[in-house]
């Protein structure tokens, strides 16, 4: 009995030598999945050569890092989408218009401000004034000679008073016909000289206004 006790415990000590053999072995060879061993010689002129070993890194093929898992998981995957752009049309012409329209309302303003000038000149108003008391522009126009239009009449030309010239052209009307009143007047010294004062019918017919004028009785 004594010797069997002696050989179950000799067993017993060789199953736990083997098996702390074996761990270690275990372990080399799983660590020998992810590390391989490499060495380098570099050979000298002098015919002498060393050895170096290293270590290198090699990742196993079927092994995913958990990093990659979970990114591919939990991050959204987005789509790309082509949209076409559209269409902006060009505001050269809207600008061009708008100059345009610009430019006429200050030249416009400015023909009104003048024109606005010339019917407060003494010059229309007894120009006006002769053609309504001239007897042969009353034979042609008849009674309540006027401006066509009394509110905002039109007088056409120049009425420049320092420069000593004055060219004006306005239609008038009365009680029988319309005509076009045409007077020009320069001033070469004090005095000024009329060279033109007629009126023109739209037959053709035309009158000098001035010579033929009966002013009214005011007394």
């Known amino acids: 009995m004594a010797t ?31 590390y391989t061993s490499a060495s380098s010689s570099s050979s000298s002129s002098s015919g002498t050569t060393a050895t170096k070993t290293t270590s290198k890194f090699v990742q196993n093929p079927a092994f995913k890092s958990t990093s990659s898992l ?31 329209f610009g430019v006429a309302f200050w030249v416009g303003s400015i023909a009104v401000a003048a024109n606005h000038q010339r019917q407060g000149t003494s010059i229309v108003r007894g120009t006006l004034f ?4 001239d007897t042969k522009a009353q034979e042609l126009l008849g009674d309540h000679i006027d ?11 120049t009425v420049a008073h320092l420069k000593g010239r004055v060219d004006i052209e306005f239609q008038v009307r009365g009680d029988k016909a ?3 009143v045409h007077f020009v007047a320069v001033r ?8 033109d004062f007629t009126l023109t019918m739209p037959d053709g017919t035309c009158v000098v206004v001035g010579e033929h004028t009966v002013l009214p009785d005011f007394a």
């Open 4 to 34: 069997c006790a002696r050989i179950q415990h000799t067993l017993g000590l060789q199953r736990s030598i083997l098996s702390t053999r074996v761990v270690p072995s275990t372990r080399q060879t799983l660590a020998s999945r992810f």
């Open 147 to 157: 401006f066509i239009n009394p509110k905002w009449p039109w007088i056409s030309g």
């Open 178 to 180: 319309e005509g076009r």
């Open 70 to 100: 979970n990114q591919s998981q939990h991050s959204p995957q987005f789509k790309t989408q082509t949209t076409q752009l559209p269409n902006v049309a060009s505001r050269t012409p809207l600008y061009v218009l708008a100059g345009i």
């Open 130 to 133: 002769n053609v309504k008391f």
């Open 188 to 195: 070469p010294a004090k005095q000024w000289i009329t060279t």
